[in-house]
């Protein structure tokens, strides 16, 4: 999978725990994040002026039936997130548009908003972060790709193999399997295929929102995710 991660990456993500509860802390804003000295760094020219307007990258692989989705995927408006369980950047940006979606839920409709996830795990500097990918897959086989999704990003400061294994028995999954799914990489071309398709897309590190299909930049506020959500139903 490396050869998939080319890019240079110069500040490692590490998240941060509320007290002894392991919780994730709630960060409003991607700027209270960069203040935090959180925000992976890129080698990449980028425009760094950019705040609400779309830029030229449109998604490469388009939303099908082989996603992990919450909703439908006619939905008017379908978010799709390039994530890694070990960047604390990711777990917020989930955070923030899951916000955005409960806060809009009531006049858009249920199946009127749908979230995509896709694995961008950045080995380079998260070394858990691809096995957490693939424990979210084998969790998937078992019907709860959620339920272990939000767990990863809940404790993602304890990623190692037997954190993992911990939290496959907490869900009640068949520990067996999970294990034989983790040790036979039995997902890796499917998490090596988001890769690839972020990086099509012009992802060059996560987290990495697209809007029915339209990229737009990172640094937002849930009132941001919201009016664009509203701008992508229009």
């Known amino acids: 999978m490396d050869r998939f991660i080319h890019h240079s990456i110069v500040q490692k993500c590490k998240p941060r725990v509320d007290d002894n509860r392991g919780s994730i802390v709630y960060i409003e804003s991607i700027a209270t994040l960069a203040q935090l000295g959180c925000k992976a760094k890129v080698l990449l020219n980028t425009n760094r002026n950019m705040t609400y307007d ?22 008017a408006v379908v978010f799709v997130m ?38 961008f795990p950045q080995v380079q500097i998260h070394p858990h972060a691809q096995r957490a990918a693939q424990a979210a897959e084998a969790a998937a086989d078992q019907g709860q790709f959620w339920q272990m999704h939000e767990m990863l990003f809940i404790h993602q400061q304890e990623l190692g193999n037997g954190y993992l294994v911990e939290y496959a028995n907490r869900l009640g999954l068949d520990i067996s399997q999970f294990l034989q799914n983790l040790s036979r990489g039995v997902h890796v071309n499917r998490i090596n295929a988001d890769i690839e398709g972020g ?23 849930v009132e941001q995710i919201m009016a664009a959500i509203v701008a992508a139903n229009d």
């Open 82 to 119: 390039y994530g890694d369980y070990e960047c604390f950047q990711s777990a917020n940006v989930y955070r923030l548009i899951k916000v955005a979606q409960q806060q809009l839920k009531v006049s858009f409709g249920e199946n009127n908003l749908g979230f995509i996830f896709r694995h």
């Open 199 to 221: 990086l099509r897309s012009g992802v060059e590190a996560a987290p990495a929102l697209f809007i029915n299909g339209i990229r737009y930049p990172n640094r937002w506020t």
């Open 54 to 75: 779309r830029d030229n990258r449109s998604l490469f692989v388009l939303p099908s039936t082989q996603d992990r989705i919450q909703g439908v995927l006619n939905a």
